[in-house]
């Protein structure tokens, strides 16, 4: 990962328009060609982005980022470098869920058909080029079915199952895969972005998986 922090402004040319003028920014360069550019607020969200693919020409004091099937850009237009370094992070292990959240898996899959009747366990952790799926498995009918789990479902575990889901749909051996996205708690937002995108949710209750309760998870 590269971090730049400069003085620059930065005009996003596209399907729109925006600009953002001279001021101090972190510039983040990631080994995907990912560009994002940030100011010294906002959390974690960036100002303005280019995801890849992309390609980044350094021409003097303009940075020109070309996304590489759109033809977008990002042009920065630097005044001052103040500090330039490159470091190597390495494979990242991914994210290591919480103890309920990894029990929630585990009782899932033990239990499959608290999902529906007829369903077959394939995998759990089934692992694809951008990260493990939680659950894999077959419906009553044989279609493949991939479970994204979660303790408390938000929007950014829905993107992440659709993710999942575009990717095992190019697998001729898998496809068409439809979605599944269970948590003890799923945020309205989270559900209405689920629904648009054909995944279901489920609500699950811990304590019945666990068997202290009779089995009644809630299927949207």
Not at 158 to 186: C, H, K, M, S, W
């Amino acid at each position: 990962m590269r971090l730049v922090i400069a003085r620059c402004s930065v005009d996003y040319v596209g399907k729109l328009t925006a600009h953002l003028p001279m001021a101090p920014r972190l510039i983040l360069i990631k080994a995907d060609s990912s560009v994002s550019i940030h100011a010294d607020d906002r959390a974690f969200k960036p100002l303005n982005w280019m995801n890849p693919p992309c390609k980044l020409r350094e021409d003097g004091g303009v940075w020109t980022v070309t996304h590489g099937k759109t033809g977008e850009k990002l042009i920065l237009t630097m005044e001052e470098i103040l500090h330039d370094s490159s470091h190597e992070l390495g494979v990242d292990p991914g994210l290591i869920k919480d103890g309920v959240e990894a029990h929630l898996q585990e009782l899932l899959a033990e239990h499959i058909t608290t999902l529906g009747a007829g369903y077959t366990l394939i995998r759990r952790e089934y692992m694809t080029a951008i990260g493990p799926v939680d659950i894999l498995c077959r419906d009553h009918s044989g279609a493949t079915v991939a479970v994204e789990i979660k303790r408390r479902g938000e929007i950014d575990g829905v993107e992440q199952l659709t993710r999942y889901l575009e990717l095992l749909n190019r697998d001729p051996l898998l496809a068409p895969v439809r979605g599944v996205f269970a948590a003890q708690e799923i945020k309205p937002q989270a559900r209405v972005l689920a629904t648009d995108r054909g995944i279901d949710c489920v609500t699950l209750d811990y304590d019945a998986l666990r068997g202290i309760e009779p089995e009644n998870p809630t299927l949207f």
